[in-house]
Antibody, heavy 121, light 110 residues
Framework: EVQLVESGGGLVQPGGSLRLTCAAS????????MNWVRQAPGKGLEWVSY????????YYADSVKGRFTISRDNAKNSLYLQMNSLRAEDTAVYYC??????????????WGQGTLVTVSS | QSVLTQPPSVSAAPGQKVTISCSGS????????VSWYQQLPGTAPKLLIY???KRPSGVPDRFSGSKSGTSATLGITGLQTGDEADYYC???????????FGGGTKLTVL
């Protein structure tokens, strides 16, 4: 059974940093591209970042570019999101999602339960 | 303001049919496949439709997807109260090199 479990969320002050972890199990993690997607309270889904299986290609949303860094450790079956210079507008539930991506195909077939990040003084 | 445009809400009676539209442009829907996600209250999103019109195993055939040009549509027939949820379309934008979601549509089954 595919499982994605996020951790590392919490309360952080504006300008602070936080590192999220997504622990994957039930599939060959090193064979899949992975993503972070967030959802602000009462708002819609926002794609945050994408990494290919080997980390050779990485993309970010403009809203987080230069502040957030996605990384993965295939030996540990783990995906990370290092978030620096956090702002109030980064407050959201952050989901880890596995993606299927090939040419014109791109979708998220499995999602974690999410971890809440609150940026407030 | 999302790059992909969805109606904020739709509603219909139990047993009826509803459609949810998702409008984009040539750099996203026009040249890439569309997916749809269902998010029940308080839960993580779930894949409903992928590659424009394919259903993952376990998704009832009451749910269908289609795409024409730069727009896509999710159809739900035989509405049930359990279908009340937020629905999102998604795709990749080739010009932005970014994933995209529509703003979401809240379905109410009256």
């Amino acid at each position: 059974e595919v499982q994605l479990v996020e951790s590392g969320g919490g309360l952080v002050q504006p300008g602070g940093s936080l590192r999220l972890t997504c622990a994957a199990s039930g599939f060959t993690f090193s064979s899949y591209s992975m993503n972070w997607v967030r959802q602000a309270p009462g708002k819609g889904l926002e794609w945050v970042s994408y990494s290919t299986s080997s980390s050779s290609t990485i993309y970010y949303a403009d809203s987080v570019k230069g502040r957030f860094t996605i990384s993965r450790d295939n030996a540990k079956n783990s995906l990370y999101l290092q978030m620096n210079s956090l702002r109030a507008e980064d407050t959201a539930v952050y989901y880890c999602a596995r993606s299927i991506q090939l040419w014109v195909q791109y979708y998220f077939d499995y999602w974690g339960q999410g971890t809440l990040v609150t940026v407030s003084s | 303001q999302s790059v992909l445009t969805q109606p904020p809400s739709v509603s219909a009676a139990p047993g009826q049919k509803v459609t949810i539209s998702c409008s984009g442009s040539s750099s996203n829907i026009g040249n890439n496949y569309v997916s749809w996600y269902q998010q029940l209250p308080g839960t993580a999103p779930k894949l409903l439709i992928y590659d424009n019109d394919k259903r993952p195993s376990g998704v009832p055939d009451r749910f269908s997807g289609s795409k024409s040009g730069t727009s896509a549509t999710l159809g739900i027939t035989g509405l049930q109260t359990g279908d009340e949820a937020d629905y999102y379309c998604g795709t990749w934008d080739t010009s932005l090199s970014a994933g995209l979601f529509g703003g979401g549509t809240k379905l109410t089954v009256l």
